[in-house]
């Protein structure tokens, strides 16, 4: 499964970091536009692939003058600044494991992850100091904190990005990196425990670099806007390296979702190919048709969408509103890359996943092993060997194995296949929340609700929604001598905020007597769930009543 658009460098360099800036650079691209940024209050960045080769080539210099060495975990805990991009690819070039944040993250998911992967440093800015300050004792393996954002060394351990950079050389000889050396780290959450972190390896450009290709459309001269945050798989397989491999031009913006202003973001700077998520188009469809009608978008050629299914009335809104199609791509943190897809040539069944890519083997598999027939439900499964795999949960090789059975990867995901080979997303087989394209655990939700004084239990779930694909709602059953109010509800509302994150938020609490678990002390989400619903529990012989 290797793609022969991509050629490595020759004898055998497949570092994501060097072919994305240096490899670039050879082919004649040095001064060719790598990235218009645009930042969250309109300053402006224009970045050539010869800007992103030295920059990187300085920050890969900065993590060895630090003493970093290949293997060595760094995490980027920053939001959408220019900054992130270069520092990305540099790590990479050192052959660093390098992995990103959500820069909403909260103290406890921050330990959780910098904690699990040993890391021994992170790049972040001052207005994020103190959350890690507050869980530095914790974190015996963290060496450095460097701040992209201060003139100034702050400690001997609290270093200067900028102060750096400044005497850092512009020229870094990447080491041979085989297909197999470790790259990037993505955390992912599970329902029934932390996070883990799905290590990837340096042979995944080749099955990004395809992707881009042939499911995004990218060409030579084509402007691309991958609206994704890099803290998520989609923002660097294809906010930085499918595209970057290609030397295509990209947009990134720092700001926030603003119909009008992504409207003249596409029009500006006259991109061609969008990548973006299936809530960013519904909140989209809400908006008066007037706020798109001053807009010319006339040079839009292609657009896609990804981190939940898509609903058939956003692709009947793309064809009336835009006159454009939209395609649906499926792809996980573990896959690293797309591998089933609508894609050009192939007619779109709306709602659909569409088609597994060339090479990608995929069929609907039934709890002890059997390959399902068209339209039956199951397991949605793939075999396992393509080049953008996950090759570990980093330090839970027990659980890794897990996710292999009867020959296939177990997605998580169910879903049947029709009689034309389309594939049809059904749920998740596990409780993990998809709210707007960010997966949300429910246990470290509810491991959160737990340390608020006066909550003895609780249990979270996801529940459908128009626009965010699910809700997370949470229950919670009071210590004696509590009673509910609108301030113990703030109370809730801001701690979860801050030790996990503004996207675990949940939009709605309810309050029971006690939750409902199993003989064994598990909590019965779906029992929770199925009563929000209105619907049938279904068996619950189990329930310890």
């Not at 894609?343 to 069929?363: F, V, W, Y």
């Not at 009071?478 to 113990?488: A, I, V």
Request: glycine fraction near 10%; charge should be neutral; hydrophobic fraction near 40%.
């Amino acid at each position: 499964m290797t793609n022969e658009r991509l050629i490595p460098a020759q004898n055998g360099q497949f570092n994501i970091g060097h072919i994305c800036t240096r490899l670039q650079c050879d082919r004649g691209f040095a001064g060719k536009t790598a990235m218009h940024f645009l930042g969250a209050h309109g300053e402006r960045t224009e970045c050539t692939f010869g800007d992103l080769e030295r920059e990187s080539a300085r920050f890969a210099n900065v993590v060895r003058s630090l003493g970093f060495s290949a293997g060595d975990v760094l995490f980027i805990f920053l939001p959408k600044v220019s900054e992130v991009f270069p520092s990305f690819l540099g790590a990479l070039k050192a052959q660093l494991i390098t992995g990103t944040l959500f820069s909403n993250f909260g103290e406890e998911a921050l330990l959780d992850r910098l904690g699990d992967a040993g890391a021994k440093g992170v790049l972040t800015r001052k207005s994020y100091l103190k959350k890690l300050l507050r869980i530095r004792e914790r974190l015996p393996s963290l060496k450095f904190i460097i701040l992209t954002d201060a003139a100034e060394h702050q400690a001997a351990d609290i270093l200067s990005l900028p102060a750096l950079m400044q005497q850092a050389s512009t020229e870094f000889e990447t080491p041979l990196t085989p297909a197999e050396v470790p790259s990037v780290l993505h955390y992912t959450s599970g329902s029934t425990g932390k996070p883990k972190g799905a290590l990837h390896r340096h042979r995944s450009v080749l099955l990004q670099n395809r992707t881009a290709t042939e499911v995004l459309d990218l060409r030579p001269d084509d402007i691309f806007w991958c609206t994704a945050d890099h803290g998520w798989v989609t923002g660097t397989s294809y906010g930085i390296i499918g595209p970057w491999s290609m030397g295509v031009t990209q947009v990134h913006f720092g700001g926030a979702y603003d119909a009008a202003k992504w409207f003249e973001i596409l029009e500006q700077f006259g991109v061609t190919v969008w990548y973006t998520a299936p809530t960013a188009l519904r909140m989209l469809m809400r908006e008066d048709p007037a706020t798109f009608a001053r807009f010319n978008l006339g040079k839009l050629r292609h657009i896609c969408s990804v981190g939940e299914p898509l609903n058939p009335e956003v692709i009947s809104w793309g064809r009336k509103v835009l006159g454009k199609d939209i395609y649906d791509t499926w792809f996980q943190t573990e896959t690293g890359a797309i591998m089933i897809t609508n894609r050009p040539g192939l007619t779109i069944k709306p709602g659909s996943m569409g088609k597994p890519l060339s090479g990608i083997e995929a069929a609907i598999v039934s709890d002890d092993g059997k390959v399902l027939s068209d339209n039956e439900q199951g397991n949605l499964c793939l075999r396992p060997g393509w080049d953008s795999m996950f090759v570990s949960y980093f330090h839970h090789e027990d659980v890794y194995r897990q996710k292999f059975k009867h020959g296939w990867y177990m997605t998580g995901d169910t879903g049947y296949r029709d009689s034309e080979g389309y594939y049809w997303f059904m749920g998740r087989s596990d409780d993990v929340i998809n709210t707007a394209g960010h997966l949300v655990s429910p246990f470290e939700v509810e491991s959160a609700l737990l340390e608020v004084e006066g909550i003895a239990e609780s249990g979270v779930i996801g529940v459908p929604d128009e626009l965010l694909w699910e809700n997370v709602v949470a229950f919670v059953a009071l210590r004696k001598g509590y009673e509910w109010n609108s301030g113990l509800e703030l109370k809730l509302r801001l701690h979860i905020s801050n030790r996990v994150s503004t996207t675990a938020t949940p939009q709605e609490f309810r309050v029971l007597d006690n939750i409902p678990k199993n003989k064994s002390g598990k909590i019965m989400r779906r029992v929770l769930k199925a009563r929000y619903l209105g619907k049938d529990a279904g068996d619950v012989s189990t329930l310890d009543i």
